[in-house]
């Protein structure tokens, strides 16, 4: 026999406080590393934060109209803004790469494994490998040598590092687009595909108007990834590559938090600047938020 | 070119199927070779000149040993720091990924299976997290370490890893969670189960291949790091294998065969974990896009 129902306490523990309690390690690991770190930052910013037994003292906007006086932060941004070139780069290659193993061709999945294998390999391993096929005398320029071209010193002038660091992540980035490209394509029902294929449309006409159309979400959804990671997340090729050399020719925003931070020591400033980056990402942030609801919703 | 030499084969070989298209195929073909030896090239410079003397490499840098040795992997690891630092690595990888993938599986539960208000302001709250900046953290969180004295520990690192992934593994683990076929849960209620032993005993069996997922897509991120490494480890015998690297390269840059295989032990692991793994780790990765 079932048993009667719970009584009403039963159900208030189970309905109210039990996920609570599920979620209070998951709440306590995000106020100690995302909150409360939050918060301090914006503190900081407001700062000249002491060490030791020097306190830290309320400064207002100086550590702000400091970044915003100082030519390196512009640098620093500007170069943000070219790394997010690599954005439609990396969205053209991959929407051509993932139709073209999409169609299945012999051997797609191999190809699948090697077009993905450079975003397995970490970001110093390859840097100091380009580092040396990027050499004045190095691989690169070998090649273009026979071909009588001769090379610039990729990594070495001031005015060709920083695209060459953008040749760079695309390298690595391009297998993670192909990925999520070809997995949106292959969750779309397969009738589709098929009818323009007996209709007798041509690999352009059905790129433009069944694979684009079924694309349009991931497309959304890279481009944003890709442009918070071209904003946000390359500290890690410039450290490798670079150290933002030379003649800090490819400085960019959280290189340069990095050095007010951790190498110049003023924290305040690093925090200023930190505060400035958020404020251009939280813009992204809310459209990936957006995205992530709407596709929810769609029941993709 | 490409398109003419379709038409031509397009009137000539009109009755038979497939072999219409060859010219197309082809293309399709060279186009991904192409692809394929691009992303090749520095994983092929780094390998074959690790199998090289450094004689050899001055003399021949960029083709095929003429008799390989594996002398630069032994020489790479006598120095002793390499394998400390894979060890460094190996422990708070795994730490990491135990700890982050614990505490998601629990807070998944409710916020994939249970009607809960609160749940869905909390996951976006989640979402934005996930693509939060590093660096913006790094800074107060590195003046937070050191004001409870526990710069350069690896607890310190582990914990700063657990909290960062966790976002994205409940995230991850709630859309896996949400496809559990609520007839096992339903008839496990009937049982007289409670919610923690619906999870453990029918919710993470079923969920294997998720767990799977997330862990090494964590895993993978964990091993790659590099800004709270360099920020969080300062002390040489702590590094992880990535800082590592960089140090091993400056410091042996001119023998080249020496420094490639140094980067071939610290590309080994992944790599391998991806071959053996791969549609956990292609699931784990495209998930965002496919699936919410």
Redesign the interface.
């Known amino acids: 026999m079932p048993r009667i129902p719970h009584p009403a306490h039963r159900d208030f523990m189970r309905l109210r406080i039990q996920p609570w309690l599920f979620c209070a390690p998951l709440l306590v690991g995000v106020a100690l590393v995302f909150l409360w770190p939050l918060v301090s930052l914006f503190r900081y910013s407001f700062q000249r934060v002491g060490s030791g037994y020097i306190a830290s003292e309320f400064v207002g906007f100086d550590n702000f109209r400091f970044i915003y006086k100082d030519p390196l932060f512009w640098k620093a941004i500007a170069n943000n803004g070219t790394l997010l070139l690599c954005v439609p780069i990396l969205i053209a290659l991959s929407t051509i790469l993932a139709t073209l193993l999409f169609d299945r061709v012999r051997g797609w999945r191999a190809y699948r494994t090697f077009v993905f294998l450079p975003y397995i390999v970490s970001i110093p391993v390859v840097g100091i490998v380009f580092g040396y096929l990027f050499q004045k005398n190095g691989l690169v320029n070998s090649a273009l040598g026979s071909i009588g071209i001769t090379g610039p010193d990729w990594l070495g002038s001031s005015s060709w590092a920083i695209w060459t660091i953008m040749a760079v992540i695309v390298w690595k980035e391009l297998g993670f687009g192909v990925m999520v490209f070809l997995a949106r394509l292959i969750s779309v029902p397969e009738d589709l595909f098929e009818a323009a294929r007996i209709d007798g449309a041509g690999w352009w006409s059905r790129l433009r108007h069944v694979v684009l159309p079924q694309l349009a979400p991931a497309i959304l959804f890279y481009a944003i990834v890709e442009t918070i990671t071209m904003l946000s997340w390359v500290f890690a090729y410039i450290y490798v590559m670079t150290a933002g050399g030379p003649g800090n020719s490819t400085v960019v925003s959280e290189y340069y938090i990095y050095q007010q931070t951790f190498q110049n020591t003023v924290i305040g400033i690093g925090a200023a600047a930190a505060v400035t980056l958020l404020a251009f990402v939280s813009v992204l942030i809310l459209a990936r938020i957006w995205l992530t609801r709407r596709v929810e919703a769609l029941g993709v | 070119m490409a398109s003419r030499a379709g038409a031509i084969s397009d009137g000539a070989l009109r009755v038979a199927g497939p072999p219409r298209y060859w010219p197309?195929?082809l293309l399709?073909?060279l186009?991904?070779l192409a692809?394929?030896a691009?992303?090749?090239?520095?994983?092929y410079?780094?390998v074959v000149n690790a199998l090289k003397t450094d004689q050899e490499y001055l003399s021949n840098?960029?083709g095929i040993p003429r008799d390989a040795t594996l002398g630069a992997f032994g020489d790479a690891l006598r120095g002793g720091e390499l394998g400390r630092w894979l060890l460094n690595s190996f422990v708070i990888s795994a730490a990491s990924v135990i700890l982050?993938t614990a505490?998601?599986a629990?807070?998944a539960?409710?916020?994939a299976l249970?009607?809960?208000r609160?749940?869905t302001w909390?996951l976006?709250?989640?979402?934005?997290?996930?693509?939060?900046?590093?660096?913006?953290?790094?800074?107060?969180?590195?003046?937070?370490t050191?004001d409870v004295e526990q710069l350069n520990t690896y607890r310190s690192v582990i914990?700063?890893y657990?909290?960062?992934l966790?976002?994205f593994s409940?995230f991850l683990l709630v859309s896996f969670f949400r496809t559990v076929p609520r007839e096992l849960l339903e008839s496990a209620r009937?049982d007289?189960a409670?919610?923690l032993r619906r999870?453990w005993s029918i919710v993470l069996p079923v969920s294997l291949p998720a767990l799977a997922t997330v862990a090494t897509v964590q895993a993978?991120w964990v091993?790659?790091e590099?800004?709270i490494a360099?920020?969080f480890l300062q002390s040489e015998d702590l590094r992880t294998l990535?800082?590592g690297?960089?140090i091993f390269?400056s410091r042996y840059h001119l023998d080249?065969p020496l420094?490639?295989a140094g980067?071939v032990w610290?590309?080994i692991p992944?790599?391998a974990l991806?071959?053996l793994l791969?549609r956990f780790?292609?699931r784990g990765?495209?998930a965002?896009?496919?699936?919410?």
């Open positions: 197309g195929r399709k073909h186009v991904l692809v394929v691009a992303a090749l090239v520095p994983l410079f780094m840098p960029y982050s505490i998601a629990l807070a539960y409710p916020l249970m009607r809960w609160p749940g909390l976006s709250i989640l979402i934005a997290l996930m693509v939060l900046p590093p660096i913006v953290l790094v800074v107060p969180l590195f003046q937070l050191a914990a700063i657990t909290g960062l966790l976002p409940t009937i007289g409670g919610h999870l993978l091993w790659n590099v800004l360099v920020v990535m800082v690297v960089t390269r080249i420094v490639m980067m610290a590309t992944m790599v991806y071959l791969q780790f292609i990765l495209t965002g896009a496919v699936k919410g």
